[in-house]
């Protein structure tokens, strides 16, 4: 399955970029989701005005039907691996499950623009899943939890992003 997904954030992009690499923005993330627990930031380096960022998500909802019989709820976690340019402002981004590594696969772009004193997210990517006889039922699954998700973190990142200003 092809997406793209677009949010807007009312924050600066270049907060919202140092929220990206700051723990406690994704430690706040447990109150902004349902179905997903508060992610974790594995890593994070600048190098040569490229940013890295390793975040571990775990899925925190229930599994139904034919999906629950192959799949383990408690190994329903990933990594984010995005590498992004602070000066072309754009980056790219994997998803590496930490188990059924066959089954999912995930990977895209990210640029931020600025917009209207905000930033204009764009996420635009690949999803595939390869589980015999649900495969579209899942891919549809998993992209309405991720634009969900996008939309929760749009929200968080604007208010992370208003109570840590630059330089404060």
């Known amino acids: 399955m092809e997406f ?8 600066a992009r270049d907060d919202v970029v140092r929220a990206l690499a700051d723990p406690e923005y994704y430690a706040g993330l447990g109150d902004a989701s349902t179905s997903v627990r508060a992610p974790e930031l594995l890593s994070d380096a600048t190098v040569d005005g490229t940013l890295r960022v390793r975040v571990r998500y775990a899925f925190a909802g229930s599994i139904t039907g034919p999906a ?5 709820v408690d190994k329903l976690t990933w990594v984010l691996e995005t590498t992004y340019d602070i000066t072309a402002h754009r980056g790219t981004l994997v998803v590496v499950p930490d188990h059924y590594e066959g089954m999912l696969r995930c990977h895209g772009t990210l640029t931020l623009d600025e917009s209207d004193g ?25 992209f309405g939890g991720f634009t969900t998700q996008l ?18």
């Open 4 to 11: 793209t997904v677009t949010e807007t954030i009312d924050a």
């Open 68 to 72: 629950a019989m192959v799949v383990d």
């Open 118 to 142: 905000g930033t204009l997210e764009t996420v635009a990517g690949r999803l595939e899943v390869r589980v015999p006889l649900v495969s579209k039922a899942a891919e549809r699954a998993i």
């Open 151 to 168: 939309g929760r973190e749009a929200v968080a990142l604007a208010g992370w992003c208003a109570a840590n200003p630059a330089g404060g």
